[in-house]
């Protein structure tokens, strides 16, 4: 079964950046779309950023993100990334990759997560 890596969170000062980084260990059938969630204690998890899989790349962002996160992949290295600048300590949150995917012509789609990774943004 694909598992997803995720690496890249610390303590950063409000302002900085941090870019999450979420390595898949194999490779699935088809990917409907990926994202970024977080979920801050005691809140629910929430879609950062989404993109969609195969060619097209749309993306589409959490209002509290405009302007400041990116979403982006590499399709060859099998990596889903998020750039994260102008960071606010509300952005403090465990941040989870999420693959929407077949992981065989035969399988229906599931979502797949990764184990999370701690951003804190403090001074």
């Known amino acids: 079964q694909v598992q997803l890596v995720e690496s890249g969170g610390g303590l950063v000062q409000p302002g900085g950046s941090l870019r999450l980084s979420c390595a898949a260990s194999?490779?699935?059938?088809?990917?409907?779309?990926m994202g970024w969630y977080r979920q801050a204690p005691g809140k629910e998890r929430e879609l950062v950023a989404a993109?969609?899989?195969?060619?097209?790349?749309?993306?589409n962002y959490a209002d509290s993100v405009k302007g400041r996160f990116t979403i982006s992949r590499d399709n060859a290295k099998n990596t889903l990334y998020l750039q994260m600048n102008s960071l606010k300590p509300e952005d403090t949150a465990v941040y989870y990759c999420?693959?929407?995917?077949?992981?065989?012509?035969?399988?229906?789609?599931?979502?797949?997560w990764g184990q999370g990774t701690q951003v804190i943004v403090s001074s």
């Open positions: 993109i969609s899989g195969g060619s097209g790349g749309r993306t």
């Open positions: 999420n693959y929407n995917a077949r992981a065989s012509w035969s399988a229906l789609s599931a979502d797949y």
């Open positions: 194999g490779r699935f059938f088809s990917i409907n779309a």
